[in-house]
Structures are given as structure tokens and as C-alpha cells.
């Protein structure tokens, strides 16, 4: 079946500029996560959802960025006033249960490259 | 909150050998350990996980050890081929009994490289 997909692929806008990043989960997904990821380094936790319900938002570096998924599927990663520092691989990343224990595989979308100018 | 060690940064091998790849946590309450797979401009796949009620799992020329009273677990690869190169992750789920799950927590990657 289909994976994670995400949109834009590629994203150039300049510093002061929102920009919306679009995740499709795997169909029937419960739980939804999003990440960024600097060059060489490992995926940072953002912020995750079960169903449309937004868990944990802890990993948000600060009040620019929010997101939301309203109907338990697509979620979308919003970045206002872009900055350069903003500038990473965004990628979501879903999983098929909503575990009380936490364990579940998640599976990673391809990601949304963004620069900002 | 949790933290990832992840060693060594860099890691080459010859075609043959083995490969050890060692990650430590900090949370005592984490309790699932996947290991991720990333070649270069894709995504990261996950290619072996471990539950903390289990203390080794394999899966062909992969296999998975957990420590959890030393909280580390490690990733060995044997018989190493060129297509096994790329940048592995760990990563621990962090456990929450308060109601909300846990997010991964990722290492910062091993860059392995097999050398025909």
C-alpha cells in the first residue's frame, strides 16, 4: 500500500514568510509525529497526534510553529515568520496504533525540504 | 527527559566483517528501541526493534541486544556487504503512564561503510 507522504518536497520562501507543510499518513494511521532533521544528525520530536487530538507539543521550538490534524488523517505543520534558522528536513512520520505502552513502529514520510532566504 | 548516546560517529568495516553499532539511555522507563536505516537523500527505515521485555532479537544478518539495568542496547550486522552502508539511528521511546504516549528520542547516527 501506499507510504507516508508529504508536500512540498522542496520549499523556498523568504525569512518573514509562513509556510504549511502537508503530511498524508499511512490509511489508518491512529498516530501521527512530526520531525526535524538537520544534515547529518538525527530526527528531532516536534510534536505527535493520536487521532486529531494533539499529545504532546513539547518538542515545538517556540510559539511560530504549530499543527494541527482536524479530521484524524492529513495533518499540517505551520511555520509563521520564517526564519533562516528554520531552514531543515521536516519529516512526519505515522504508526498504527495508539499504544497506551508506546510501542508501535512508525514509519517516516519522505520529508519536506525548507530554505529559507 | 530522555537521552540518546549513540557510538561510534563513524564506523568502517571490510566486506565480511562485523559491525557493532552501541547506543545508551538515560530514562529508565523507556521501553522500545528501534533502530533506523538511512541512505543517503532517502528516508530513514527501520530495519529492527526491541521491547524491553526481551533481551536479544535477530532478524537474518541483524540482530538487536538490551541492557536494561546498564540501559544500553546495541546493533551488531555480520557478514557486512557494501549495500549495508549508510547511517544508522538508534532511538528510545520514552514512556509516559500518565496518559500520553511517548515521542522516539534519536541518537545522533553511526556513518557506516563496508568496503568491498
Known amino acids: 500500500g501506499a507510504g507516508v507522504s508529504q508536500s512540498p518536497r522542496y520549499k523556498v520562501t523568504k525569512r518573514g514568510q509562513d509556510v504549511a507543510l502537508r503530511c498524508d499518513p499511512i490509511?489508518?494511521?491512529?498516530?501521527l509525529y512530526w520531525y526535524r532533521q538537520a544534515l547529518g544528525q538525527g530526527p528531532e520530536f516536534l510534536t505527535y497526534?493520536?487521532?486529531?487530538?494533539?499529545?504532546?507539543k513539547s518538542g515545538l521550538p517556540n510559539d511560530r510553529f504549530s499543527a494541527e490534524r482536524p479530521e484524524g488523517s492529513i495533518s499540517t505543520l505551520t511555520i509563521q515568520r520564517t526564519e533562516q534558522r528554520d531552514s531543515a528536513m521536516y519529516r512526519c512520520?505515522?504508526?498504527?496504533?495508539?499504544?497506551?505502552?508506546?510501542?508501535?513502529?512508525?514509519?517516516f514520510g519522505p520529508g519536506t525540504r525548507l530554505l529559507v532566504l | 527527559g530522555e537521552n540518546v548516546e549513540q557510538h561510534p560517529s563513524t564506523l568502517s568495516v571490510q566486506e565480511g566483517d562485523s559491525a557493532v553499532i552501541k547506543c545508551t539511555y538515560s530514562?529508565?522507563?523507556?521501553?522500545?528501541f528501534p533502530w533506523y536505516k538511512q541512505e543517503l537523500g532517502k528516508r530513514p527505515q527501520l530495519i529492527i526493534d526491541?521491547?524491553?521485555?526481551?533481551g536479544e532479537k535477530k532478524d537474518q544478518r541483524i540482530a538487536v541486544t538490551l541492557n536494561k539495568t546498564a540501559k544500553h542496547f546495541s546493533l551488531h550486522i555480520t557478514e557486512t556487504q557494501p549495500e549495508d552502508s549508510a547511517v544508522y539511528f538508534c532511538?528510545?521511546?520514552?514512556?509516559?503512564?500518565?496518559?500520553?504516549?511517548?515521542?522516539?528520542?534519536f541518537g545522533k547516527g553511526t556513518k557506516l561503510s563496508v568496503k568491498p
Open positions: 512520520a505515522s504508526s498504527s496504533r495508539a499504544s497506551s505502552r508506546g510501542r508501535e513502529t512508525q514509519y
Open positions: 490509511s489508518g494511521h491512529v498516530s
Open positions: 497526534f493520536n487521532y486529531e487530538a494533539q499529545q504532546d
Open positions: 530514562d529508565s522507563a523507556s521501553n522500545y
Open positions: 526491541i521491547r524491553s521485555n526481551v
Open positions: 532511538a528510545a521511546r520514552t514512556s509516559n503512564y500518565g496518559g500520553s504516549q511517548g515521542n522516539l528520542i
